[in-house]
DNA sequence: TTATAGTCTATAGGATTACTAGAGTTTCAT
DNA sequence: ATGAAACTCTAGTAATCCTATAGACTATAA
């Protein structure tokens, strides 16, 4: 399941990509309109800022802003931020490998094996689709429809 | 990430895959042979058995059985079973499908948009993955490598 | 009739999730 | 300078879920 947290963290940045640009939009703006609570929001926004999704200004006429194009920013890399590795399995992961804690031999593990293939067919899908992939109201968004299973 | 109890269900059905056709099989047997703890298990095998994927004997000779061959058990039955539904979210599941909490408007969703893609192709592959075709040693088995993100 | 083996209900401890509180720091406007 | 606005950071907490464990109950074969 993802995360109710990692589903406020996109919804902030779908929030923010559709703010007026170079225009530092409110902790409290955001967390109104999306209804996010406000603190658990603050720490949210702080993480995606330590890992350079967005930047932020303090004080006064403070806010956010995104820190990349909307295209640049990918399901897979939030996901991965707030919720961890999109494999079911640490064993299964690409960007976080751990072996299992009870595993006999890995090499013949019939669950790892499908769950490496369902890993890959999720991080195909999450990591190449953008922000702007799934807006359809700005411009250049949506240009890529990912037909689901197909190849990239 | 998968449950510790799914992964000890995939393992009792696995080893119940392999043994003596038609001879039950203790539950402390499958217990000690995967090292899964035996009062966890009892449950796990309930389920199981509840939802038609086994069946028991009880009293002395007793034990457990496939209640179907392995081509005709899949991952994605046993995972529902064991952790619900596939999808990550429940407005992107299609078997078990509930509308969230706190949406505002479904049909505009980015974040359902994209989760029911990595629904669908997780699905693919789990629910046409059998036991018998992640199994290389028994008769039959492994007969079909499904291709990661491959059209089926 | 007794030992064996599955069935069922209840419960407990630890981890995780989803927040909340409150003090601290930076910046702008005056 | 100073005060209000806004982000930063460290804790803490209530509720829920996960991973078991305990123990009484029931069915069956020898």
Redesign the interface.
């Known amino acids: 399941?993802?995360s109710q947290k990692a589903?406020y963290a996109?919804?902030a940045l779908?929030y923010l990509a559709r703010a007026e640009p170079n225009r530092p939009v409110l902790i409290s703006d955001i967390a109104d309109q999306q209804?996010v609570p406000k603190k658990f929001l603050e720490l949210i926004l702080l993480d995606l800022k330590r890992h350079g999704l967005v930047h932020s200004y303090r004080g006064k006429k403070g806010g956010y802003l995104l820190a990349k194009d909307p295209h640049q920013i990918f399901?897979g890399q939030v996901i991965r931020i707030i919720d961890g590795p999109l494999a079911?399995?640490p064993c299964a992961s690409r960007t976080a490998y751990r072996r299992c804690d009870?595993c006999?031999d890995e090499r013949t593990c019939?669950?790892r094996?499908?769950?490496?293939?369902?890993r890959?067919?999720?991080a195909?899908?999450?990591d190449n689709?953008s922000?702007a992939d799934?807006?359809s109201d700005i411009p250049g968004g949506a240009a890529r429809e990912?037909a689901?299973?197909?190849?990239i």
């Open positions: 399941m993802l589903k996109m919804r779908l209804s399901f079911q399995l009870d006999q019939e669950i094996k499908v769950l490496m293939q369902v890959d067919s999720t195909r899908i999450l689709t922000l799934v807006m990912l689901a299973g197909a190849g």
